[in-house]
């Protein structure tokens, strides 16, 4: 099951054209995996602690945009993560107005606002070196993975 939320796009997160400034389309993703982190259980001042033992640095980041973004919309993202290998994980984001989730899923209209991918890995915070997955996170990616999506072992 994936994960889902709703945000709407503030005036801040635009630029002088009235649309998405593009960096602010992976703030809106990576608010999103918060979100989901802590639906899941996980204490998020500790998780982004500078005294954490694990960190989680995103290794990579894109974001593709099919339509803009205006002030005043409301974005529903849903993001799927799914496991690489023993020390990492991406996770696929895709928006869409709130108003067209619920539309014909063949509709021209329903196609995503935008999709993002970001990859994570693991590592230990001192001496930053890969880390194996831990159990808690090895549950996240379990709770939150399509069913079509199995782990790459």
């Known amino acids: 099951m994936a994960f889902t939320r709703s945000y709407p796009i503030q005036f801040r997160d635009t630029d002088a054209a009235g649309v998405l400034y593009f960096a602010n389309g992976l703030a809106l993703c990576h608010a999103a995996y918060e979100d989901s982190l802590q639906s899941a259980g996980f204490d998020l001042r500790d998780f982004f602690s500078a005294s ?22 409301l974005v529903r993202i849903t993001l799927h993560p799914r496991r690489l290998d023993a020390f990492s994980f991406e996770i696929t984001y895709h928006l869409a107005l709130n108003a067209e989730v619920d539309a014909e ?3 021209k209209a329903n196609r995503p606002l935008a999709e993002a ?4 890995t693991c590592i230990e ?11 808690g996170m090895e549950q996240w990616l379990h709770r939150w993975e399509s069913p079509d999506q199995g782990s790459d072992q």
């Not at 954490?52 to 919309?73: E, F, K, Q, T, W």
């Not at 991918?117 to 994570?120: E, F, M, N, P, S």
């Open 52 to 73: 954490a033992r694990l960190a989680y640095p995103i290794v990579h980041a894109s974001m593709d945009y099919h339509r803009p973004l205006h002030c005043g919309d």
């Open 117 to 120: 991918l970001t990859r994570h």
């Open 125 to 135: 915070t001192q001496p930053r070196r890969r880390h194996p997955l831990p159990t």
């Open 105 to 107: 899923p063949e509709s």
